[in-house]
């Protein structure tokens, strides 16, 4: 049952606190992405990696960070420079083949604070 | 002038009624013109994407492409409760970096 799986559904971060967000894919994809959603705003890329070992800033990157140690797995930190963390998270992976496909998406993580 | 702009509704129809969702775009080098579906509290899923002016259909759904006008528009006809939730354009700019719309949100009533 191949798929994005992301956890925890709700996180609650308390004032100064870094926070992870977890996203795993099986779908042998190369790329993996984080977006932000907020309510009118649509979704926004925070991060992006390409292949492992290897990440670029998306258009909001300030206050979070990442890594991509495996193929499988690209989690997400929100730090505490992150002043506006309230959202929904959204991870999201691509391409295992020479063709140009899109990008599928996990379930998403709520993220609010205490 | 932002790259995208989609009316967020809320959209609000009887069902059977015919849907249209509309996206105006202003970078002439956006290259796949994608919609997704997204169910509350739920990630996006990818219902139609076209890479060419024109039309192409699937089911009951239409995606429309008018690149000289930079605007893209999906129909749903005979729409149904279960097509209730937002739709978001979307659009391909360089490698595999998307582009959304805010999203328009869609209620479909009995």
């Known amino acids: 049952d191949g798929g994005i799986t992301q956890s925890p559904k709700y996180l609650f971060r308390k004032e100064g606190q870094n926070v992870t967000l977890s996203c795993e894919q099986n779908?042998?994809?190369?790329?993996m992405y984080w977006y932000r959603q907020d309510p009118g705003q649509g979704l926004r890329l925070i991060y992006y990696?390409?292949?492992?070992?290897?990440?670029q800033k998306g258009d909001i990157a300030e206050g979070y960070s990442v890594s991509r140690e495996k193929k499988e797995s690209f989690p997400l930190t929100v730090t505490s420079a992150q002043k506006n963390p309230t959202a929904f998270y959204l991870c999201?992976?691509?391409?295992?083949?020479?063709?140009?496909?899109?990008?599928?998406f996990g379930p998403g993580t709520r993220l609010l604070v205490l | 002038q932002k790259e995208v702009e989609q009316d967020p509704g809320p959209l609000s129809v009887p069902e059977g009624a015919i849907v249209s969702l509309n996206c105006t775009y202003s970078n002439s080098a956006f290259q796949y013109f994608m919609w997704y579906r997204q169910y509350s509290r739920k990630g996006p899923e990818l219902l139609m994407y076209t890479y060419s002016s024109g039309n192409k259909e699937d089911g009951r759904f239409t995606a429309q492409v008018d690149k000289s006008s930079k605007y893209i528009s999906l129909f749903i006809r005979d729409s149904q409760p279960s097509d209730s939730a937002t739709y978001l354009c979307?659009?391909?700019?360089?490698?595999?970096?998307?582009?959304f719309g805010a999203g328009t949100r869609l209620a479909v009533h009995p």
């Open positions: 990696s390409q292949i492992v070992n290897d990440f």
């Open positions: 979307a659009f391909l700019r360089g490698y595999n970096k998307l582009i």
């Open positions: 779908l042998n994809h190369d790329a």
């Open positions: 999201a992976s691509c391409c295992g083949g020479p063709a140009w496909e899109t990008q599928y």
